[in-house]
C-alpha cells in the first residue's frame, strides 16, 4: 500500500472506554469506514433503549454503524467484507472475533486491552488490578489471534497505580494512554513504518473476571487494606456495600487505619464517628468511612451522614 494512501479502517467497541481511542483513529488520518458496537441495551429507571457511547461518538462523525448480535453469521461477515477494510481496530467490543473476521482486513486486527499483557487477560483488568494492589498498569496494542488476549504485543504504555486511583479515574488514565498508543501506531503504519511484534510471555498470565457485584460487598473480618483497595476499585460501579450499625450502605470512598494491637472490638463495630470519618473495625486495622450512601439517596460525606444518625457520634 502506497504510504500516502488513506488506510480504510474499520472500528469495533462499546463502552466509554473505547470513544477516546475512535477519536484518536480519526484524529490519525485513518478513513474510519465503519463502526461496530454492541446493541442498543435497556438503561436507567424507565429501562428505554440505550446507544452505546460508540455508537453515539460514531454517528455524530458521521460513520456508519452497525450492531449485529455476533459476528459469525455469514452474512454480517460479508457485510464487513463489504466495507473492504485495511485493518480492523478494537478496543472493549464485547462480543467474539472469530478467526474468519480477522482474516478480512488484509493488516488483521489490532486490539487496545487495558493491562501489561499477560498480566489481566480478560473482562475487568482495570478493577482487578487495583484489588490485587499492583503498583503499575498499562496499556498494550497487539496483534490479534485466535486466543483471548493471547496476541502478540506490538506496543506498550505502563502507568503508576496511584494511592487514590479508583476504577474510574484508572479507566480514565488508561483510556487516554491508549488512544494515544493507537494514534501513533497508525501514524506509523502510514508511513510504512514496522510495527515489531513481541510474542507474550510465557509466565505470568493471569485472567481478569467478569466483576459479579456480589463482590462488592464488604466483609469487616477481612483486613482493611484489602477493604479500601475494593472500595477504590469499586468506584463507580458496582460500589462497595457495606452494614453500617444496622443499615445497608454504598461506601464511595474510605481509607485505611491503623488500630491497638490490643484492640478487642469486634469486626464490623464502630471504633469512632467524626466530621472526620466513621471507624470501622477491621480482622485487621481499621476502615474509616469518608464518602457514603444511603438506600434512595445520593452520596454525602461521613460528617452529613452524621447529622442524619448523630447516635453514631463518639470521640
Not at 490519525?28 to 436507567?44: H, I, K, L
Request: contains cysteine.
Amino acid at each position: 500500500m502506497p504510504a500516502q494512501a488513506p488506510l480504510r479502517l474499520v472500528f469495533a467497541g462499546t463502552p466509554e472506554f473505547a470513544v477516546a481511542g475512535l477519536h484518536a483513529c480519526i484524529d490519525a488520518g485513518a478513513q474510519v469506514v465503519a463502526a461496530y458496537t454492541q446493541p442498543d441495551r435497556p438503561a436507567g429507571r424507565g429501562r428505554k433503549l440505550s446507544a452505546s457511547p460508540v455508537k453515539q461518538a460514531a454517528r455524530a462523525a458521521g460513520i456508519p454503524v452497525e450492531q449485529p448480535a455476533s459476528l459469525k453469521a455469514p452474512e454480517v461477515q460479508q457485510r464487513l467484507r463489504d466495507y473492504a477494510p485495511d485493518l480492523l481496530v478494537v478496543i472493549a467490543y464485547g462480543l467474539i472475533v472469530p478467526r474468519t473476521v480477522l482474516a478480512i482486513p488484509p493488516l488483521g486486527g489490532w486490539n487496545i486491552h487495558a493491562s501489561l499483557l499477560p498480566r489481566w487477560r480478560g473482562a475487568a483488568p482495570i478493577q482487578r488490578a487495583l484489588l490485587a494492589g499492583d503498583r503499575k498498569t498499562g496499556v498494550c496494542l497487539m496483534q490479534m489471534d485466535a486466543g483471548l488476549d493471547t496476541g502478540p504485543v506490538l506496543v506498550r504504555e505502563t502507568l503508576v497505580i496511584r494511592a487514590d486511583d479508583t476504577g474510574g479515574s484508572l479507566h480514565d488514565r488508561l483510556a487516554a494512554a491508549g488512544a494515544r498508543l493507537l494514534g501513533a501506531a497508525l501514524r506509523r503504519a502510514f508511513a510504512s513504518a514496522a510495527l515489531p511484534a513481541t510474542p507474550q510471555a510465557a509466565d505470568g498470565a493471569v485472567y481478569a473476571h467478569k466483576l459479579d457485584k456480589a463482590e462488592a460487598r464488604l466483609d469487616f473480618t477481612r483486613p482493611a487494606t484489602e477493604l479500601e483497595r475494593k472500595v477504590r476499585a469499586f468506584n463507580p460501579w458496582p460500589v462497595a456495600e457495606a452494614k453500617l450499625a444496622g443499615e445497608r450502605v454504598r461506601v464511595w470512598a474510605a481509607q485505611v487505619l491503623a488500630v491497638d494491637a490490643a484492640s478487642t472490638a469486634p469486626a464490623g463495630s464502630v471504633l469512632g464517628a467524626s466530621k472526620h470519618g466513621i471507624d470501622i473495625a477491621c480482622g485487621e486495622g481499621a476502615l474509616r468511612i469518608l464518602k457514603l450512601q444511603r438506600p434512595g439517596g445520593r452520596a454525602i460525606s461521613a460528617a452529613d451522614y452524621l447529622n442524619a444518625r448523630p447516635e453514631l457520634r463518639r470521640p
